[in-house]
């Protein structure tokens, strides 16, 4: 039995509708995706971030199943999901917010199939991704702190996990000006500069809207790149759904064919193995950020802090430690996000 068509009515793309829509698709698809590689996620951050109980770990095939069966050996199916909830809280709105800002940055720079080039792909991509961190980041932090603690003498919650966050202050800074007019300046640069509160709830924040850039920005790229080879006259028959595509008309816009499941999880896995090679160091530098109040001597560490420390520790590969877990987390989760997207804008209308 084949798909029913999709409805006939075109819907405009600022109209209430359309945002709604689109918002709600993105949220359920992030919410699921994320789902599906939760216990990953959850490991790549501990390996990331260096944790001390799961650093033996990193480094081999053989580390990550180790560690995922301690993790559940010691606290079950919970301990897996740590975070899980701050996950959720967090992706709903940022995978809504990315999906929905990428369909209106695609309506101004790509007005019609003509201008369909991949460069403005990228940067729509791209401006959609740091759209969607400049107003969920906290989240993000929150989420990487609950499921970095491992102790299980003091259990983490989510109120008590912000409020250590907000508390947490740098050691002071111990300084020898030159002459006095430096040490006034600095003096007062340091008494301006928020030290604790809710400064904290940015650490890293610099390192992952630049990580954004290509990660977004590939991701889209190249998701829609492989959809259109998907689409070739030659390969249609055997990777779209019949009866699903629309032609432009006066009251209905261009939609193209659904893909077949598997056509459509192999565009948006590929995606994802693309846009983590290129983003990853960036991202292990920003979660070592987002983690500075609970290792080191607990000052708020800089972007070449954070990066002569990783190449101190382990040189180049210090940037690509989790890189392996990375993959195998990234890859399903974006092609499970992406086909949830693209199926939920086509049942909803849109």
Same mark, same amino acid.
């Given at each position: 039995?084949?798909?029913?068509?999709?409805?006939?009515?075109?819907?405009?793309?600022?109209?209430?509708?359309?945002?709604?829509?689109?918002?709600?698709?993105?949220?359920?698809? !992030?919410?699921? *995706?994320?789902?599906?590689?939760?216990?990953?996620?959850?490991?790549?951050? +501990?390996?990331?971030? $260096?944790?001390?109980?799961?650093?033996?770990?990193?480094?081999?095939?053989?580390?990550?199943?180790?560690?995922?069966?301690?993790?559940?050996?010691?606290?079950?199916?919970?301990?897996?999901?740590?975070?899980?909830?701050?996950?959720?809280?967090?992706?709903?709105?940022?995978?809504?917010?990315?999906?929905?800002?990428?369909?209106?940055?695609?309506?101004?720079?790509?007005?019609?199939?003509?201008?369909?080039?991949?460069?403005?792909?990228?940067?729509?991509?791209?401006? &959609?991704?740091?759209?969607?961190?400049?107003?969920?980041?906290?989240?993000?932090?929150?989420?990487?702190? +609950?499921?970095?603690?491992?102790?299980?003498?003091?259990?983490?919650?989510?109120?008590?996990?912000?409020?250590?966050?907000?508390?947490? #202050?740098?050691?002071?800074?111990?300084?020898?000006?030159?002459?006095? @007019?430096?040490?006034?300046?600095?003096?007062?640069?340091?008494?301006?500069?928020?030290?604790? !509160?809710?400064?904290?709830?940015?650490?890293?924040?610099?390192?992952?809207?630049?990580?954004?850039?290509?990660?977004?920005? &590939?991701?889209?790229?190249? =998701?829609?790149?492989?959809?259109?080879?998907?689409?070739?006259? *030659?390969?249609?028959?055997?990777?779209?759904?019949?009866?699903?595509? %629309?032609?432009?008309?006066?009251?209905?816009? =261009?939609?193209?064919?659904?893909?077949?499941?598997?056509?459509?999880?192999?565009?948006?896995?590929?995606?994802?193995?693309?846009?983590?090679?290129?983003?990853?160091?960036?991202?292990?530098?920003? %979660? %070592?950020?987002?983690?500075?109040?609970?290792?080191?001597?607990?000052?708020?560490?800089? @972007?070449?802090?954070?990066?002569?420390?990783?190449?101190?520790?382990?040189?180049?590969? !210090?940037?690509?430690?989790?890189?392996?877990?990375?993959?195998?987390?990234?890859?399903?989760?974006?092609?499970? $996000?992406?086909?949830?997207?693209? #199926?939920?804008?086509?049942?909803?209308?849109?």
């Amino acid at each position: 039995m084949s798909t029913p068509p999709p409805p006939r009515r075109k819907v405009d793309k600022q109209s209430a509708e359309y945002l709604l829509k689109s918002g709600l698709a993105g949220g359920l698809a !992030g919410c699921a *995706a994320k789902t599906a590689v939760g216990p990953l996620d959850r490991v790549k951050i +501990l390996f990331q971030t $260096s944790n001390p109980t799961f650093a033996k770990y990193t480094g081999s095939w053989s580390g990550l199943p180790i560690a995922i069966r301690d993790i559940y050996k010691e606290a079950g199916v919970k301990g897996l999901y740590k975070g899980h909830s701050a996950t959720l809280l967090r992706i709903f709105p940022y995978a809504g917010i990315k999906f929905l800002a990428y369909e209106q940055i695609r309506a101004v720079f790509i007005k019609s199939q003509a201008q369909e080039t991949p460069g403005r792909r990228f940067v729509s991509g791209s401006l &959609a991704g740091m759209v969607s961190v400049f107003f969920t980041y906290p989240l993000e932090v929150i989420r990487v702190r +609950l499921a970095f603690e491992t102790r299980q003498v003091q259990r983490s919650t989510l109120a008590g996990i912000c409020r250590k966050i907000y508390n947490e #202050r740098p050691p002071p800074t111990v300084h020898h000006p030159a002459n006095p @007019i430096s040490a006034a300046a600095t003096t007062v640069v340091e008494n301006v500069a928020p030290r604790s !509160g809710l400064g904290n709830f940015f650490r890293g924040f610099t390192p992952t809207l630049l990580g954004m850039i290509p990660y977004a920005g &590939a991701s889209f790229l190249v =998701h829609d790149s492989m959809s259109d080879f998907m689409r070739y006259p *030659a390969l249609a028959p055997y990777t779209t759904l019949p009866n699903t595509s %629309r032609e432009e008309t006066s009251i209905s816009s =261009h939609k193209p064919a659904q893909l077949r499941y598997w056509a459509e999880l192999t565009s948006g896995g590929f995606a994802g193995f693309l846009s983590q090679t290129v983003s990853y160091p960036l991202e292990v530098i920003r %979660r %070592r950020m987002q983690v500075g109040g609970v290792v080191g001597d607990g000052h708020r560490l800089s @972007i070449p802090e954070v990066t002569r420390r990783i190449w101190t520790e382990r040189g180049l590969r !210090g940037f690509f430690v989790g890189l392996t877990i990375g993959y195998i987390k990234v890859v399903p989760m974006a092609a499970v $996000s992406f086909y949830i997207y693209e #199926r939920g804008k086509f049942y909803l209308g849109i």
